[in-house]
């Protein structure tokens, strides 16, 4: 059973650039999250999709944007990079319909912004 | 609004020795709490939690008890190992209108020593 995947693993862009981040969930899962950790930080929320909707979304601006498929996987789209946008962007899944709904991880990706 | 508040780092122990991370949270009602575990290199791991007060999480040799009295969820373990040598992060789960995000500390490196 394949665990949390995203891709890519690393990317570098410029300022000003946009990305597309990819992640697909834990087989069974049909809830999203991604979460933004800068070095030294911890993880911080950014939303939150389940049914391709986005149901919250933390302190972040309206260059971050996301999507979900049909099939639960999403995308995180970040428009006018910035040099503080550096980080690992850590997608994590759940399924919605339990009480205790834990939160799985992918390993993340590194976006590096020059 | 809701936050987490660890211990800071780095924490250097010696093979064997007891290990202490101490976590208190500031939230209104009484939200579940997590201690994951990130090894170099990957994403997060949930290590125990607890889901209401006087709660003990354990696995792994780790112990955590959620005390409402003092707003806390300190990480305990007797004997540490030098594979535990990673960055610990508390974390709340803060639920709003069926979703639901994690609030995360700024993590806690460990390295263990043999």
């Known amino acids: 059973d394949a665990g949390v995947t995203q891709s890519p693993t690393h990317l570098i862009k410029t300022r000003g650039q946009q990305v597309t981040l990819r992640c697909s969930p834990k087989?069974?899962?049909?809830?999203v999250s991604w979460y933004q950790q800068a070095l030294g930080q911890g993880p911080q929320f950014i939303f939150q999709?389940?049914?391709?909707?986005?149901?919250q979304r933390g302190n972040f601006p309206d260059r971050f944007s996301g999507h979900q498929f049909p099939n639960y996987s999403s995308e995180l789209n970040v428009n006018a990079l910035l040099l503080g946008d550096s980080a690992l962007y850590l997608c994590?899944?759940?399924?919605?319909?339990?009480?205790?709904?834990?939160?799985?991880f992918g390993p993340g990706t590194r976006l590096t912004v020059l | 609004g809701d936050s987490v508040t660890q211990m800071e780092g780095p924490v250097t122990l010696s093979e064997e020795a007891f290990l202490t991370i101490n976590c208190t949270y500031t939230?209104?009602?009484?939200?579940?709490l997590f201690w994951y575990v990130q090894y170099p290199g990957e994403g997060l791991q949930l290590l125990l939690k607890?889901?209401?007060?006087?709660d003990k999480g354990s696995n792994k040799g780790f112990e955590a008890t959620y005390r409402k009295e003092t707003t806390s969820f300190h990480l305990e373990k007797g004997s540490v190992q030098v594979s535990d040598s990673a960055v610990y992060f508390c974390?709340?789960?803060?639920?709003?209108?069926?979703?639901?995000?994690?609030?995360f500390g700024k993590g806690t490196k460990l390295t263990v020593n043999p």
């Open positions: 994590a899944s759940s399924l919605v319909a339990f009480y205790y709904n834990e939160q799985f």
């Open positions: 087989s069974g899962h049909d809830t």
């Open positions: 999709y389940y049914e391709e909707e986005e149901r």
């Open positions: 939230a209104t009602g009484y939200p579940s």
């Open positions: 607890a889901t209401k007060a006087d």
């Open positions: 974390a709340l789960r803060r639920t709003q209108g069926g979703s639901e995000k994690l609030v």
